[in-house]
C-alpha cells in the first residue's frame, strides 16, 4: 500500500512539472512569436501592461491563467539582447526548448 501511494505522489508531482514547463512554453511563445494566437493574447490578455505584470481575473481563460502563474519562473530565465531580442538563458544556445524548461522546474 505505502508503494502505491510513493508512485501516486511521484505521478503527481511529474504532472505539475509537466504543466509548469507547458506554461512556460506558452508563455515564451507569447513574448517571441507573432503569430495569430500570440498576438490576439497580447491583445486581450496583456493589453496596456507588461507580459509580467498583466493582471489575471477569475473569468480569463485557463490558459491565460497558466501563463500567468509561471511568470515568475520565466522572469528567472528570460532577458533581452542588444536588438531587444528575447533570449532563453537557461539554454545555452538562448533558444527556448521544452527540455530547458523542464530542467528549471
Same mark, same amino acid.
Given at each position: 500500500?505505502?508503494?502505491? /501511494?510513493?508512485? !501516486?505522489?511521484?505521478?503527481? @508531482? !511529474?504532472? @505539475? *512539472?509537466?504543466?509548469?514547463?507547458?506554461?512556460?512554453? &506558452? !508563455?515564451? /511563445?507569447?513574448?517571441?512569436?507573432?503569430?495569430?494566437?500570440?498576438?490576439?493574447?497580447?491583445?486581450? *490578455?496583456?493589453?496596456?501592461?507588461?507580459?509580467?505584470?498583466?493582471?489575471?481575473?477569475?473569468?480569463?481563460?485557463?490558459?491565460?491563467?497558466?501563463?500567468?502563474? @509561471? &511568470?515568475?519562473?520565466?522572469?528567472?530565465?528570460? *532577458?533581452?539582447?542588444?536588438? &531587444?531580442?528575447?533570449?532563453?538563458?537557461?539554454?545555452? /544556445?538562448?533558444?527556448?526548448? !521544452?527540455?530547458?524548461?523542464?530542467?528549471? @522546474?
Amino acid at each position: 500500500m505505502l508503494c502505491a /501511494n510513493q508512485n !501516486l505522489k511521484g505521478e503527481l @508531482v !511529474l504532472e @505539475v *512539472y509537466l504543466a509548469w514547463a507547458a506554461g512556460i512554453k &506558452r !508563455l515564451w /511563445n507569447c513574448c517571441t512569436s507573432e503569430s495569430i494566437w500570440a498576438n490576439w493574447m497580447k491583445n486581450h *490578455y496583456i493589453k496596456d501592461f507588461s507580459t509580467w505584470e498583466a493582471p489575471i481575473h477569475p473569468i480569463d481563460s485557463f490558459i491565460w491563467k497558466d501563463m500567468a502563474h @509561471v &511568470r515568475q519562473i520565466a522572469l528567472l530565465h528570460k *532577458y533581452q539582447d542588444e536588438s &531587444r531580442k528575447w533570449l532563453w538563458n537557461a539554454s545555452p /544556445n538562448g533558444q527556448f526548448s !521544452l527540455t530547458s524548461a523542464w530542467n528549471i @522546474v
